[in-house]
């Protein structure tokens, strides 16, 4: 299957910085990307979906000026978490998928534990 | 609201047994699920898809079933080993070429020797 890549898997932050997680396609182009948040014990939290090179789609109840989505080319996204606070603290987990048929399987990165301390 | 739901409790067998998770929705007409395995601090990784379509989906020790009828999902690990100790969640998927998926808390799953 596909390669999806994450990085970095583990950040640890102070209050009020902002982070970056970014994920990349290594073997296909990655027309569109989903970024989820997933809590302790708890099911994939749709944040939003981006197309490269235009703007994300959020779901409702994220703060898109809080959790910048930059997809500028077809292997790389970046989820910047900004003016974090230990309620952000989560895992956060990107998946992409390529034009051409639907329907098909989610390839994800490897996850990326935040801790915002 | 639209609703999944997967076994709620942990599950334990005995090596060798055949384990069966459970999946069903509420208020949705998926148009395919999907079954994944997560192993704590990872990503999920794909096991199956299945269509509206389609009774029964076969890969090695792995078979799911999908009655549209009954709204449900069952997955069916065979010969278990305890390398299939892990998170398996459904996830459902509509008509379209958006790719958004809704998914299920998970079942956790040991496999025990």
């Known amino acids: 299957g596909a390669v999806v890549s994450q990085h970095p898997s583990r950040v640890i932050c102070k209050s009020g910085t902002s982070v970056k997680i970014e994920c990349r396609s290594l073997d296909f182009q990655a027309t569109t990307m989903f970024w989820y948040r997933q809590f302790p014990k708890q099911s994939l939290m749709l944040m939003a979906t981006?197309?490269?090179?235009?703007?994300?789609?959020?779901e409702q109840g994220v703060e898109k000026d809080k959790f910048l989505i930059n997809h500028a080319s077809l292997t790389l996204s970046t989820l910047t978490v900004t003016s974090a606070h230990p309620e952000d603290s989560s895992f956060y987990i990107c998946s992409a998928g390529s034009s051409g048929t639907a329907n098909t399987e989610a390839f994800f990165g490897q996850g990326t534990r935040l801790t915002v301390v | 609201s639209q609703k999944i739901e997967q076994n709620s409790e942990a599950l334990n067998i005995q090596e060798g047994k055949t384990a069966t998770l459970t999946c069903n929705y509420t208020n949705y007409s998926p148009a395919y699920l999907q079954w994944y395995r997560q192993d704590p601090g990872r990503g999920p990784v794909f096991l199956l898809l299945?269509?509206?379509n389609e009774k029964e989906k076969r890969k090695e020790r792995l078979k799911v079933t999908f009655d549209t009828t009954l709204k449900q999902s069952l997955f069916h690990i065979t010969a278990s080993q305890p390398a299939d100790s892990a998170t398996y969640l459904c996830?459902?998927?509509?008509?379209?070429?958006?790719?958004?998926?809704?998914w299920g808390l998970g079942t956790s799953l040991a496999v025990n020797p």
């Open positions: 981006s197309n490269e090179g235009s703007k994300a789609t959020y």
């Open positions: 299945i269509r509206e």
């Open positions: 996830a459902l998927g509509s008509a379209g070429n958006n790719r958004k998926l809704i």
